[in-house]
Every structure is written in structure tokens, then in C-alpha cells.
């Protein structure tokens, strides 16, 4: 089973607004990270946001947040007043098995275009 | 920004040569990974460090090896390249944050092509 899953085709959005990128995930660790980075064509991977899951409030850094909801295993990313060059693919993902042992596990991405 | 490096940018070669990707980064981290990313698709695990004299397999099986014997330095070798190995590479270190997660900074890749 996957443990990221993002399932959304090409995404679209008008310079300015707001949108939303889904991300589920799958764990049965108590506690666990998640993560969401940005690939924009140059393709260097860019760290946006964070979420620990015994965090009580949701993520917010500058124009993005993360919409953290624990019950759904939903971690969905939202940026605000989208930029041209928010352009790029966008990964989540998901940190089990804590401490030394820690690795990352990435889902498919997405990809984020903005229009004029 | 982040100071972790990837040499070469872009590399073409023929099948069976051998050949390393180098990475370096400067922010003393001890905890260094090598992902490999096909076109449009996720990130997969193939090598991992600890630290000095420290390398792990990842969770996709390469023919790729690395070593470790600085810590800023934690290169990848083919022995033989095939059309297959034909991906990106990204290279990443880590430094801890809270409830013992690690927030990672990649280099800009090395993106490989075998004929």
C-alpha cells in the first residue's frame, strides 16, 4: 500500500489566488512527520513546511500552511496569493520510524501551474 | 539557502564506463542521502550515511555504491553504467528539528544519461 498518496492530475490556478494541494498518507507510527517540498523545473527540491503530528496547531510558513487533519491522515498544502513562480511539482511526504532510523517516503507530486 | 553541492550538473556517457557523482556540503550534517527521481515521478531512497564510515542500502535496490569518509563528502559510483541507471540523482543532508524529525536540503542534481 502506499503510504503517500497524491492523486490529483495538473493542477491550474490564477495568479493571486489561493489553492489547495491534497496529500493522504498511511502509518501506523504513533508519531510521524510530514513534509511538503517544491521541485520547480531547475530540479532542485525545496523545503516549504513541516507538520510533527503531535503538533496541536497546523503549519503556517509565509504563504503556506499545511491543513493538518490527523483523523482524515490528510496533510494538505494551501498557498495563498499564488506567485508565477509557484510553478513547479510539489511533493509530500512522510517521515516514519523516528530518531537515527528516520527515513523519508515521498509520493508522486503534483503539478502546480499558475496562470497569468 | 542551502550548501550542499552536486558536480556534475549533467553528465553523458557510454555503457560501461564508471563513473561517480560527487556531493559535498558544508553545513556539517551528519546524516547525508542519495535519491534517485525518474522524470514526473517520486523520490526513491537508494543510499543513506549516518556519518563517517557509516553507508546504508535505501529502500530501492541500485548497483550503485557510496562512500563516507568525510563528513562533508558523500559521493555515488557506478562500477558500469547501463542505459537503465538513465535518471536524475539528488543528493540531500539533514538537520534535526523537534520529535526527532529532520529537515532535508538537496542539492540541484546530477542528471545522468547512459547511451
Known amino acids: 500500500a502506499q503510504k503517500i498518496t497524491q492523486t490529483q492530475p495538473g493542477m491550474f490556478v490564477q495568479e493571486k489566488e489561493a489553492v489547495t494541494l491534497d496529500c493522504t498518507y498511511d502509518?501506523?507510527?504513533?508519531?510521524?512527520?510530514l513534509f511538503w517540498y517544491k521541485q520547480p523545473s531547475s530540479g532542485e527540491m525545496i523545503f516549504l513546511i513541516y507538520?510533527?503530528?503531535?503538533?496541536?496547531q497546523n503549519a503556517t510558513e509565509g504563504r503556506y500552511s499545511l491543513n493538518f487533519q490527523k483523523a482524515r491522515k490528510s496533510a494538505n498544502l494551501v498557498i495563498s496569493a499564488s506567485q508565477l513562480g509557484d510553478s513547479a511539482m510539489y511533493f509530500c511526504a512522510m517521515r516514519e520510524e523516528g530518531g537515527a532510523n528516520s527515513k523519508l517516503t515521498f509520493g508522486k507530486g503534483i503539478t502546480l501551474s499558475v496562470r497569468p | 539557502e542551502a550548501d550542499i553541492y552536486q558536480t556534475p550538473r549533467y553528465l553523458v556517457i557510454g555503457t560501461g564506463k564508471k563513473i561517480t557523482l560527487e556531493c559535498s556540503q558544508t553545513?556539517?550534517?551528519?546524516?547525508m542521502y542519495w535519491y534517485q527521481q525518474d522524470p514526473g515521478m517520486e523520490l526513491h531512497l537508494i543510499h543513506y550515511s549516518y556519518g563517517v564510515n557509516s553507508t546504508e542500502k535505501g529502500d530501492l535496490s541500485s548497483e550503485s555504491t557510496v562512500s563516507r569518509i568525510r563528513t562533508e563528502h558523500f559521493p555515488l559510483t557506478l562500477e558500469s553504467a547501463r542505459p537503465s541507471h538513465t535518471s536524475q540523482y539528488l543528493c540531500?543532508?539533514?538537520?534535526?528539528?523537534?520529535?526527532?524529525?529532520?529537515?532535508?536540503?538537496f542539492g540541484s542534481g546530477t542528471q545522468l544519461s547512459v547511451l
Open positions: 553545513m556539517g550534517h551528519d546524516k
Open positions: 507538520q510533527g503530528s503531535y503538533d496541536q
Open positions: 540531500a543532508s539533514s538537520e534535526f528539528l523537534g520529535q526527532g524529525d529532520e529537515k532535508l536540503f
Open positions: 502509518t501506523s507510527d504513533p508519531s510521524y512527520g
